[in-house]
């Protein structure tokens, strides 16, 4: 017969006893018997309220859940011949996200004809990166997937 080590209700040890004993005196006083120590040499079990088990493993979850940041991706959509102003408040609303602790994607969308300009838009986004320096860090290099070109930067730790 299989026995286990015992804790009571309120903490104290009641020694190794059978399994059929341990779950008899858990029924006399109305709890659940919960094995805390399975790997254990006996096993260790105490008497206690199951339900408030789970509601304390829950409140542990929630609480460290709540503490843990979350970063999002920002992304700013701009066209290769923007204006000079209308890029100076993009690259201002982007170093607002920054310090803020998101990252921000920058998207460069071509149209029609544009795709000839193809060097204006790499001067476009170097002089993004270079404006940028000092509160962000290029985590993906702008690249070319079809008619947009892309990259992704993170604030600078």
Known sequence: MEA???????????????????????????????????????????????????????????????????????????????????????IKHAKDFLIEGNKVKFTLVFRGREMMYMEQAQLLMNKIIETLANTAVVENEYSLVGKTMSMVLGPKT
Do not use: M, W
């Not at 109305?30 to 309220?49: F, K, N, W």
């Not at 542990?60 to 503490?67: C, N, P, S, T, V």
């Open 4 to 90: 286990v080590r015992l804790i009571s209700e309120d903490g104290k040890q009641l020694g190794i006893i059978p399994i059929r004993q341990a779950l008899e005196k858990a029924k006399e006083v109305q709890l659940d018997l919960v094995e805390v120590a399975p790997e254990a040499d006996p096993p260790v079990c105490r008497i206690t309220d199951f339900g408030k088990i789970l509601y304390e493993k829950k409140r542990r979850a929630k609480e460290a859940k709540k503490k843990q940041k979350h970063i999002e991706i920002k992304e700013i959509k701009i066209r290769p011949n923007i204006d000079q102003h209308d890029l100076s408040i993009k």
